[in-house]
């Protein structure tokens, strides 16, 4: 069994910043991710709030993240973590490929698209549905697509879209965006139309995505609209549930609950990013990486 001071799971911003302090420390540390370098963050259009860069695309600012990271710390990707166990000082960990002991670990495990739960969604993924404008916005230049949500995310997929010369419209469950002002005027500019008070239904195709049936909440009115692509931008949940096994406490809304340390309520257990809650920005799940490593630097300094 390989046995390190420290494993992070999950190489988001949080994850990579975390391996940047926690490999310059010189402990023997390893990042593990269950799917590519990066993260959510890869599919972010473009990225205008990342102190130092003016506009970015995120998937350019994660991989300059990534490339930096892996100066001071191995990044193992598509390796899922399976399960944790504690034992006396030491963690175990078991993922899809191998298993591993560490002193400490820091859940930078981030966040999974919600699904929205209607009739027709897991059947169209990938066939018309997606929940990255970045990755198959280009797939439907031209043609008729819906975003579906009223948050930042919503509305930067719908910015996007448009910017790269699909017709979209937003359809919104109720009659305001939550998305930042901003974010809202540029909406409003690029004449972007949004249907309000309005909820999907079902989802309906053949081989691909050909129409959605919708519900007005206000009127009452149902209608079916022709459409060839769907973009879903209904928030997110947190992939907290390893960690909820081992016992670590997670709240009512499924993130793990971290001390203003990045401790969580078991020894040798942190945790940073997204999967801890608050305002999923991108600087600040950097600054928790950070500090979780920096203490779980000090914590492994009081138990050797
Ligand atoms: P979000 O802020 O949670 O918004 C989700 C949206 O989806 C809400 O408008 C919500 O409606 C709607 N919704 C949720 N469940 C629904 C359902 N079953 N049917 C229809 N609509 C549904 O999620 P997000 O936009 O993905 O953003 C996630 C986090 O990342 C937020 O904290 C956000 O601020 C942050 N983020 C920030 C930036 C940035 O700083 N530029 C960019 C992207 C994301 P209601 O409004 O009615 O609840």
């Known amino acids: 069994m390989e046995e ?6 999950g190489a988001g911003p949080a994850g990579l910043t975390a391996g940047i302090y926690a490999g310059r420390e010189g402990l023997k540390s390893l990042i593990i991710e269950k799917s590519v370098k990066g993260g959510n963050a890869n599919t972010a259009p473009v990225i205008l709030n990342y102190p130092g860069f003016n506009s970015i695309p995120g ?4 991989k300059k993240m990534s490339e930096q990271a892996e100066k001071y710390i191995e990044i193992r990707e598509n390796e899922e973590l399976l399960e944790v166990q504690k034992t006396n000082e030491k963690l175990i960990l078991k993922t899809n490929k191998s298993d591993y002991t560490t002193t400490a670990i820091i859940f930078c495990s981030g966040t999974t698209y919600r699904k929205l739960g209607v009739k027709g969604e897991t059947e169209f993924i990938g066939k018309g549905i997606s929940y990255c404008s970045i990755c198959d916005g280009m797939l439907f230049k031209d043609r008729d697509v819906i975003v579906v949500g009223g948050g930042n995310s919503a509305a930067e997929h719908a910015l996007h879209l448009h910017d790269i010369g699909v017709n979209v419209k937003i359809i919104h469950r109720r009659d305001e965006l939550r998305a930042q002002e901003y974010l809202i005027k540029k909406l409003g500019d690029e004449g972007i139309p949004i249907l309000w008070n309005t909820v999907l239904t079902e989802i309906k195709g053949d081989t691909f995505v050909k129409s959605v049936k919708i519900h007005n909440r206000e009127t009452g009115v149902d209608d079916e609209l022709n459409v060839n692509g769907i973009f879903i931008a209904v928030g ?7 960690a909820g096994k081992l016992g670590v406490e997670i709240n009512s809304n499924n993130y793990i609950v ?6 969580t309520n078991i020894d040798g257990v942190f945790a940073a990013g997204d999967v801890t809650g608050g305002v999923n920005q991108l600087v600040v799940s950097c600054g928790e990486g950070a500090a979780a490593a920096v203490n779980a630097y000090n914590y492994l300094k009081q138990v050797e």
């Open 258 to 263: 971290t001390d203003k340390d990045y401790r």
């Open 236 to 242: 997110e949940e947190p992939n907290s549930r390893i």
């Open 4 to 9: 390190y001071d420290i494993i992070i799971v």
């Open 59 to 62: 998937l350019d600012l994660l």
